[in-house]
T-cell receptor, first 111, second 115 residues
Framework: LAKTTQPISMDSYEGQEVNITCSHN???????ITWYQQFPSQGPRFIIQGYKTKVTNEVASLFIPADRKSSTLSLPRVSLSDTAVYYC????????????FGAGTRLTVKP | DSGVTQTPKHLITATGQRVTLRCSPRSGDLSVYWYQQSLDQGLQFLIQ???????AKGNILERFSAQQFPDLHSELNLSSLELGDSALYFCASSARGQGGIETQYFGPGTRLLVL
């Protein structure tokens, strides 16, 4: 079971780039890394997923170093509406039984 | 809108009672997950069903049970309710994307208040 560790909270200001790092030291060869975003009183929403190097979509980038023991979610030019909890999960194809949401990182974006 | 529906949205009941929460997954999704989230707490995984069969079990109390029906909708039954069961209950369904990794799509949740 690949356990993940994230900072409990982070603060930022509007317009800044935010990087949230997740540690997963015992990630397995087949594991992928997935990030979710959760607003208060709403269910989590998929943001991005990757296996190695860099993945980018319309809302975020995911950086994964060669050893894959950590990953960094990068949110460019955050706005107040990016205030949310961000979760990092690791899991393997066709065997997601061990994917669990941890405490996540509570990001607060200030004006 | 994730395509996952949950009913009811809100539920108020008394201690000792029993309630049933319902979830309809996205069209075509075979997996259903149930989560509990207490105030300012993280998501606690309860149980997962895949095509009608229990697939994984998390921190689900013996007072709680779930099932997934042939039409793939799922119900979470909570009995002998206690004050501490007050929480948001989320259902998620999942689809396999690139590489076979499942992405979970969450419903809007059912807010349960036990008085």
């Amino acid at each position: 079971l690949a356990k993940t560790t994230q900072p409990i909270s982070m603060d930022s200001y509007e317009g800044q780039e935010v990087n949230i790092t997740c540690s997963h030291n015992n990630i397995a060869t087949n594991d992928y890394i997935t990030w979710y975003q959760q607003f208060p009183s709403q269910g989590p929403r998929f943001i991005i997923q990757g296996y190695k190097t860099k993945v980018t979509n319309e809302v975020a980038s995911l950086f994964i170093p060669a050893d894959r023991k950590s990953s960094t979610l990068s949110l460019p030019r955050v706005s107040l509406s990016d205030t949310a909890v961000y979760y990092c999960l690791v899991g393997a194809p066709y065997n997601n039984n061990d994917m669990r949401f941890g405490a996540g990182t509570r990001l607060t974006v200030k004006p | 809108d994730s395509g996952v529906t949950q009913t009811p949205k809100h539920l108020i009941t008394a201690t000792g009672q029993r309630v049933t929460l319902r979830c309809s997954p996205r069209s075509g999704d075979l997996s259903v997950y149930w989560y509990q989230q207490s105030l300012d707490q993280g998501l606690q995984f309860l149980i997962q069903y895949y095509n009608g069969e229990e697939r994984a079990k998390g921190n689900i109390l013996e007072r709680f049970s779930a099932q997934q029906f042939p039409d793939l909708h799922s119900e979470l039954n909570l009995s002998s309710l206690e004050l501490g069961d007050s929480a948001l209950y989320f259902c998620a369904s999942s689809a396999r994307g690139q590489g076979g990794i499942e992405t979970q799509y969450f419903g809007p949740g059912t807010r349960l208040l036990v008085l």
